[in-house]
């Protein structure tokens, strides 16, 4: 029923503001749902995977209807993970020509000399590609842990950075996406919704 009349065609247009009715309960679109997770490592960033748990697993069922992920991770790598129903929002979130920033939290296998963080900060070239990267913001946090902001998105693309320098990420946490930091209240595992101050919509 649309607003108290019975409707039969399928292609009736409905105005915005209409009481819709089904069996006599009122139904309405659902809102564009925008969710911060803590992804801990050992789960993909896939909706289904014949192997390891997906990031899907860690919602009830009822909760993860309709949501992708926007912005993968890497199996080991650990953090920031936006997932959400809305194409068009997580689309800005991705695509290369918006060039969002997205801090990691990088640990290595080695110390890493400043010659070496001059080299990522204006841009390095990964093995295999005809272009250096984008500059990087990186700053030392200790010997070797660095915490770094990329604007891209290429395949491994903080992994292959630091050995384009000659060391090896040895544990790798994703802290931020554009304007969204993770709630260093969720544990592992753990997800929210987004507030309106954090880039929904």
Not at 50 to 72: E, I
Not at 112 to 128: F, K, M, P, T, Y
């Amino acid at each position: 029923a649309v607003d108290g009349a019975t409707v039969r065609d399928p292609a009736v247009k409905v105005v915005e503001g209409a009481a819709v009715a089904l069996d006599g309960v009122r139904v309405g679109l659902r809102k564009p749902r925008y969710l911060m997770l803590h992804k801990p490592a050992g789960c993909v960033c896939a909706t289904s995977d014949g192997v390891h748990p997906t990031v899907l697993d860690l919602f009830p069922p009822a909760a993860c209807d309709g949501l992708h992920v926007a912005g993968r991770l890497d199996l080991d790598v650990t953090g920031l993970v936006l997932l959400t129903d809305d194409g068009d929002w997580s689309h800005r979130v991705t695509a290369p020509r918006r060039k969002c920033p997205k801090t990691y939290r990088a640990e290595l296998a080695e110390p890493i000399g400043e010659d070496a963080l001059a080299v990522l900060r204006r841009g390095v070239r990964l093995r295999g590609e005809k272009e250096d990267t984008r500059p990087a913001e990186v700053e030392r946090l200790g010997p070797a842990a660095v915490q770094i902001t990329v604007t891209e998105g290429r395949y491994h693309q903080v992994k292959r950075m630091f050995a384009a320098v000659g060391n090896r990420v040895t544990a790798l946490h994703r802290e931020r996406i554009g304007p969204v930091t993770l709630d260093r209240a969720l544990p592992p595992g753990a997800w929210r919704a987004l507030t309106a101050g954090e880039g929904r919509g």
